[in-house]
Nanobody
Framework: VHLTESGGGSAEAGGSLNLSCEVS????????LGWVRQATGMENEVVAS???????KYAESVKGRFTISRDPNKDTLYLQMNNLKPDDTAMYYC????????????????WGQGTQVTVSS
C-alpha cells in the first residue's frame, strides 16, 4: 500500500490549501480513506473520511470549511481546506482502512508520510 501526500505548505488565516494523496495497492474491495492530522501536543484527529461509496464524515472542527473527495479514475484523495485557522496547523496524513471508517485516527491501518500545514494569524 502506498499513500503519498502533497499540497501542504503555509497559508494565512482565512486562506485555502488543497491537499492530495495518491493511493495505490489497497487490499480492500470496500475501503475507507481519511485525512488525519497531528498537531504538536495534541491527540491525532480524524479530520475527514470518505468510503468506497463516497459517504463522507467530518470532524466538527472543520465542518463547513473542509471538503474531502476522491477521484477513482486517478486513485487520488483530496482535501480542500478553506477559511483556514491557526488551529489547523498540523501534520496532515492520508490514511486507509477497510469499512466502516475508523472513528479514531490510530485505528487506521495504513498511513502516508504526511504533509505539513502551517496557518499564520
Amino acid at each position: 500500500v502506498h499513500l503519498t501526500e502533497s499540497g501542504g505548505g503555509s497559508a494565512e488565516a482565512g486562506g485555502s490549501l488543497n491537499l492530495s494523496c495518491e493511493v495505490s495497492g489497497l487490499p480492500y474491495s470496500s475501503f475507507c480513506l481519511g485525512w488525519v492530522r497531528q498537531a504538536t501536543g495534541m491527540e491525532n484527529e480524524v479530520v475527514a473520511s470518505v468510503d468506497s461509496n463516497h459517504a463522507t464524515k467530518y470532524a466538527e472542527s472543520v465542518k463547513g470549511r473542509f471538503t474531502i473527495s476522491r477521484d477513482p479514475n486517478k486513485d487520488t484523495l483530496y482535501l480542500q481546506m478553506n477559511n483556514l485557522k491557526p488551529d489547523d496547523t498540523a501534520m496532515y496524513y492520508c490514511a486507509a482502512d477497510s469499512v466502516p471508517c475508523p472513528l479514531l485516527a490510530d485505528e487506521y491501518n495504513y498511513w502516508g508520510q504526511g504533509t505539513q500545514v502551517t496557518v499564520s494569524s
